[in-house]
Structures are given as C-alpha cells and as structure tokens.
C-alpha cells in the first residue's frame, strides 16, 4: 500500500513474461534473474496491469478455490515479488 489506497500492483517496466519451451513453463524475465511461475502464477502477473486491486485480481480466481484462499495466496504471491523488485 501507498497510503493513497489499496496497492495496484504493475509488473516492473523491465520485466517480460514469456513462456520457456525448453522447461515448459512460464518464465518472468528480469534483468539477470529468471523467476518461474507454477500454476496460475502468469495468469496473476498478466492482471497486474497497475489499474486493478490485488482484491480485483483475486476477484477472478476464487471460483476454482473459494474467495478468502485465493485472497490470501494471490496477496501473499505479489508481496513476495514486490519484495524482489518485480512489481511495483
């Protein structure tokens, strides 16, 4: 949070999504790091467009496991990468 509401989280300007054939998985490219994402870890990341709320992106995921689960996991999921400098 910012003090000027709740927390829009955008994927840092530097960082790309892309999908790794060679592991077969989906991939957040950052200057020297490589970050893989499991599960619905890109479809999060491609939400994070800095207009929606961590609640609003959540929002789209709580019919498969149940609204406060995927409030929490999705909430906990972009702290860790505000935390790396992948979002901002």
Same mark, same amino acid.
């Given at each position: 949070?910012?003090?000027?509401?709740?927390?829009?989280?955008?994927?840092?300007?530097?960082?790309?999504?892309?999908?790794?054939?060679?592991?077969?998985?989906?991939?957040?490219? #950052?200057?020297?790091?490589?970050?893989?994402?499991?599960?619905?870890?890109?479809?999060?990341?491609?939400?994070?467009?800095?207009?929606?709320?961590?609640?609003?992106?959540?929002?789209?995921?709580?019919?498969?496991?149940?609204?406060?689960?995927?409030?929490?996991?999705?909430?906990?999921? #972009?702290?860790?990468?505000?935390?790396?400098?992948?979002?901002?």
């Amino acid at each position: 949070m910012n003090g000027s509401g709740p927390w829009r989280p955008r994927v840092h300007s530097a960082a790309v999504l892309r999908h790794d054939p060679t592991r077969r998985v989906d991939v957040l490219l #950052l200057p020297e790091r490589v970050i893989v994402l499991h599960g619905t870890g890109r479809a999060v990341l491609e939400r994070c467009d800095g207009r929606r709320t961590v609640a609003e992106i959540a929002e789209t995921f709580t019919a498969e496991a149940g609204a406060g689960r995927a409030q929490r996991e999705i909430a906990s999921f #972009l702290e860790r990468l505000r935390t790396e400098g992948c979002l901002r």
